[in-house]
């Protein structure tokens, strides 16, 4: 038997927006206009190809005649689901309708997941979600695809068998079915076009040696081995400085918010200006929005003095971008092909590290060892600063909790040993990390109160 999972809401959260995602199919109808859906729909979905049935609800909301019609068709919804998802606009924030639909679903008696929608740019849920009372919220975006793995962690026990159901000392699986997003970016004239044009081996974007031929981001659907791939093109990127024209402010907000939307970006290097101050701004940008990060060196095949150039690139990866080590460089050819081959591998490598999810027992078990090797600093009562446990949060990229009595007194510097720490005993050097502090609650402190 496959699991029912209803979604309720307020209208204009997304909910139809997940439904078409998850159900692979746009049989709901998407629109701006609050209200859209009347009724509830039904649909057979999968998600990391683990089959469910999914139904779509009406949107709570006021002074509607209709309402009272629309909040049976919801609850006959709510009675049939195993687990609801309470979707909630993650930018708009909590409103009254929101928490009406809170108070609905807890006289329920069923599972409820709260999940916070229109996240892209969020690495933690705002605080303000909590108070609704369904525990940590799952961050995603419908729209694009977002916190899908996520999503799947909170839904596994219910949609996967549980022969299948594996340790979680593994790695989190990524399946092929899911569409892999990649922008391309960097300085114009590196030669992005022709990459993508290379790529996918026909003539699908306008390319020639002039600077700014593109002007928006262009997507395009291509499968690579079996993996489905959304490849972007996006418009080179000059100092803010140099951006005098409107069009071209409007073609780098563009290009900003494809690196906001993808998985993984490749930033496209001329060989002849390794890594300038605007490729470095690029790169700390990409880094920041916890996206998995590239670097590819384009037209390779005519640069005279390689081992020179190679070694001025490491020199500068290394000391201008201290945020994350190991970031996976390649040199290639867009008119060639020279190194295509390496760097589609590397980017669904660097894809599956990026959905990297560890064990609380294996993340424990590296935060003793850390802390016997070089002890925190010690607080103002003379003793080490507890540092009580460490989980993962979430993925993509991947993100940690580590609780503590006093979180505000670790210094800035004792975190960035152990994110160091953390990203070489995992191996993922080349995708970016967060260790988010958190305070661990104090046992004793409801026993003081009653006393």
């Known amino acids: 038997m496959t699991a029912t999972i209803t979604i309720v809401g307020r209208t204009n959260v997304g909910k139809s927006t997940l439904f078409n995602r998850l159900t692979g199919k746009k049989r709901a109808l998407v629109n701006d206009r609050p209200g859209v859906t009347r009724d509830r729909r039904e649909g057979d979905a999968t998600l990391y190809t683990y089959?469910?049935?999914?139904?779509?609800?009406?949107?709570?909301?006021?002074?509607?005649?209709?309402?009272?019609?629309?909040?049976?068709?919801?609850?006959?919804?709510?009675?049939?689901?195993?687990?609801?998802?309470?979707?909630?606009?993650?930018?708009?924030?909590?409103?009254?309708?929101?928490?009406?639909?809170?108070?609905?679903?807890?006289?329920?008696?069923?599972?409820?997941?709260?999940?916070?929608?229109?996240?892209?740019?969020?690495?933690?849920?705002?605080?303000?979600?909590?108070?609704?009372?369904?525990?940590?919220?799952?961050?995603?975006?419908?729209?694009?695809?977002?916190?899908?793995?996520?999503?799947?962690?909170?839904?596994k026990e219910y949609i996967v068998p549980e022969e299948t159901d594996k340790s979680d000392e593994k790695k989190e699986v990524v399946f092929s079915d899911e569409l892999i997003d990649i922008a391309i970016v960097g300085r114009p004239n590196v030669g992005k076009s022709t990459l993508i044009n290379r790529i996918i081996g026909e003539n699908r974007l306008l390319a020639g040696p002039m600077a700014g031929l593109t002007r928006d981001a262009i997507s395009i659907n291509w499968e690579y081995h079996g993996k489905k791939i959304r490849l972007t093109d996006t418009a080179g990127l000059r100092r803010h400085a140099k951006i005098t024209d409107d069009l071209e402010k409007l073609s780098a907000a563009d290009t900003r918010r494809s690196i906001l939307l993808s998985h993984v970006v490749v930033l496209l290097l001329d060989a002849d200006g390794i890594l300038d101050k605007q490729d470095l701004t690029i790169a700390r940008q990409v880094i920041e929005e916890g996206r998995a990060l590239i670097i590819a060196v384009n037209k390779w095949d005519i640069v005279s003095n390689k081992k020179e150039r190679i070694s001025l690139l490491n020199e500068r990866i290394e000391s201008s971008l201290t945020q994350i080590k190991d970031i996976k460089t390649l040199t290639i050819s867009a008119r060639t092909g020279e190194g295509l081959d390496l760097l589609m591998k590397a980017i669904l490598d660097i894809y599956a590290i990026w959905n990297t999810r560890i064990s609380t027992g294996k993340l424990n078990r590296w935060l003793a060892e850390m802390i016997a090797t070089n002890p925190p600093p010690l607080s103002a009562t003379k003793r080490p600063i507890p540092l009580k446990y460490i989980t993962q949060i979430k993925t993509r990229p991947p993100t940690f909790a580590l609780f503590s009595s006093n979180p505000e007194k670790l210094p800035e510097s004792y975190l960035r040993y152990l994110i160091k720490g953390l990203s070489s005993y995992l191996k993922i050097g080349s995708v970016p990390i967060r260790i988010l502090m958190k305070k661990a609650n104090n046992p004793y402190e409801n026993k003081k109160k009653r006393r």
Do not use: C
């Open 51 to 155: 089959p469910f049935k999914l139904i779509d609800t009406a949107g709570l909301e006021q002074n509607d005649a209709l309402q009272d019609l629309m909040w049976k068709q919801t609850e006959k919804a709510i009675q049939q689901a195993d687990v609801i998802l309470f979707l909630v606009d993650v930018r708009t924030g909590i409103t009254p309708l929101d928490k009406e639909a809170g108070k609905k679903l807890r006289k329920a008696n069923k599972t409820v997941i709260l999940v916070a929608n229109k996240s892209e740019g969020f690495l933690e849920p705002p605080q303000e979600l909590y108070a609704l009372g369904f525990g940590t919220p799952v961050l995603i975006s419908a729209e694009h695809g977002l916190g899908m793995g996520d999503l799947f962690e909170v839904l």
